[in-house]
């Protein structure tokens, strides 16, 4: 909320709601390892990270909204205070939505893409009841509620690719077990894939950004 108000305020257009650009400024030099504010965890490869399942979420969030506060900033030609004298520029803030979007597609220390498809490195064992089930054509009989469990303990890859899924990612230390029962990092959402979206056609169209 803080960061979408802060752009009325940015644009020059009400001036009462500069409190709301202060406090985007404070939570944006939060996420900056740089930063004496600093209160987010990073993995050993740089890569965003909170506790609990499908750390993907937060990663392609915070890195959404880093794009997008990084470029109200500019078109306002202004900075980020972080405090002590201490600013961050929107050249900062969109380096490092992309360094996120770079490790997700394979620039991080297993060399993986965490996105089912892309590269030639990436998830096959995802937990994704229709990815890791045959399909019809290869299996044709129905397959009941509780028989599924061979499919989904099996150490095979999936069947059917699900093409452009995110999964949850690594854990702290950068590793990925690529394994269906671990759920917290293997499963793909939407809610992962959403932000990403939004960031994935911005530096398609800026790839110098």
């Known amino acids: 909320l803080n960061v979408l108000v802060a752009k009325e305020f940015l644009e020059g257009q009400v001036v009462s709601l500069q409190s709301y650009k202060e406090s985007a400024d404070s939570f944006m030099c939060t996420l900056i390892p740089e930063s004496s504010s ?103 009989a129905r397959i009941g509620c509780k028989a599924g469990s061979r499919y989904y303990l099996s150490q095979d890859p999936n069947p059917n690719l699900l093409v452009g899924a995110v999964v949850g990612g690594p854990n702290t230390t950068d590793l990925f077990p690529d394994a269906r029962p671990v759920f917290q990092q293997s499963e793909p959402t939407t809610y992962i894939n959403a932000p990403l979206v939004g960031l994935l056609a911005y530096f398609w169209a800026h790839p110098g950004a």
Not at 44 to 68: C, D, E, R, W
Request: net charge positive; proline share 7%.
């Open 38 to 140: 600093s209160h987010i965890e990073y993995t050993p490869g740089g890569l965003i990270y909170k506790p609990g399942g499908s750390n993907m979420q937060h990663v392609t969030s915070l890195s959404f909204l880093l794009l997008a506060y990084s470029n109200y900033l500019s078109h306002a030609d202004m900075v980020a205070q972080c405090g002590g004298g201490a600013a961050a520029g929107p050249g900062q803030l969109r380096r490092l939505a992309k360094r996120q979007v770079d490790y997700i597609l394979g620039d991080n220390p297993m060399g993986m893409s965490y996105m089912v498809g892309y590269g030639s490195r990436y998830p096959r064992r995802i937990h994704h009841r229709a990815s890791s089930l045959p399909s019809l054509k290869t299996h044709p």
